[in-house]
């Protein structure tokens, strides 16, 4: 058992979240009972994973995706509103780490891709960046285009979607989980031969043709899966307690 409050101090140390400026608020979002037996860990709080957290009596609930993002009305109402009201009603804290999860070099999203796709020499996306949400590896042994598609593909557990560029081999990688196309050009001015992210826009054909620079879709849901699984088992390790993750295998 552990405080909740303790919890959340050392989750905003350790992530160091008050050096961020993100789109929805990190730490605490909705608070439960004071003290903190087991934790559930999702990546977006959905109704499944409140129900989850209800179903196997946890008291917090950790996840990448929380609420209150910018520009969402202000009424706490319909789908929202039944949320919330579930947490609250059931005395669940809402805990949600968002661009601190995604930057962590340890816990974070990106550090376990790395580690998944055995990219070395890791390095920031963008070098000016405090605490880059983004990064470039280099692998190991260059493979070709389609080659290293198959090859995300499994490594994901995604059906990974790959936007021709004319490069013939890729080993220099840029890449940032979630929805970070738009990243493309950044990867492009650091000459990476291929950029990895979750989500794809029609613009981003364009991108990478014109910018030379292979594009991988992995799924959003798919590469942003392991930050909240490595905080969580951080979390147990450090306060001793129980966590589990749920998984609702999301085809976006």
């Known amino acids: ?43 977006t709080a959905s109704q499944d994973a409140i129900d989850a957290a209800i179903a196997q009596q946890a008291d917090l609930l950790l996840v990448h995706h929380g609420y209150f993002w910018k520009g969402e009305p202000y009424p706490i109402t319909g789908m ?19 661009l ?3 930057s962590h070099p340890n816990l974070g999203n990106n550090a376990a891709i790395a580690e998944m796709l055995n990219l070395e020499n890791i390095e920031a996306l963008n070098p000016s960046e405090r605490n880059p949400i983004g990064n470039i590896g280099y692998l190991k042994n260059p493979m070709q285009p389609e080659d290293f598609k198959y090859f995300l ?24 989980t979630g929805a970070a196309q ?27 043709k014109e910018l030379n620079v292979h ?18 088992k951080a979390i147990s390790e450090q306060f001793n307690i129980e966590y589990s993750y749920f998984e609702l295998n999301n085809p976006i």
């Open 215 to 232: 594009y991988f879709a992995c799924g959003h849901h798919a590469t942003e899966r392991y930050g909240v699984q490595r905080l969580a």
């Open 1 to 43: 058992m552990a405080l909740l409050k303790e919890i959340i101090q050392w989750c905003d140390q350790t992530l160091k979240s008050h050096e961020f400026k993100d789109y929805a608020p990190n730490g605490l979002q909705i608070e439960g009972k004071p003290e903190v037996k087991k934790i559930l860990c999702a990546v």
């Open 80 to 98: 929202r509103g039944k949320r919330i009201k579930a947490l609250i009603q059931n005395d669940i804290s809402l805990v949600g780490y968002h």
């Open 182 to 208: 738009d990243f493309i050009t950044q990867a492009a001015m650091m000459n990476c031969d291929a950029f990895i992210s979750g989500e794809v826009s029609e613009r981003t054909f364009y991108e990478a």
């Open 100 to 102: 601190p999860l995604d």
């Open 153 to 176: 593909t499994g490594k994901l557990g995604f059906e990974t979607i790959h936007l021709n560029a004319e490069k013939q081999m890729i080993e220099k990688v840029g890449f940032c």
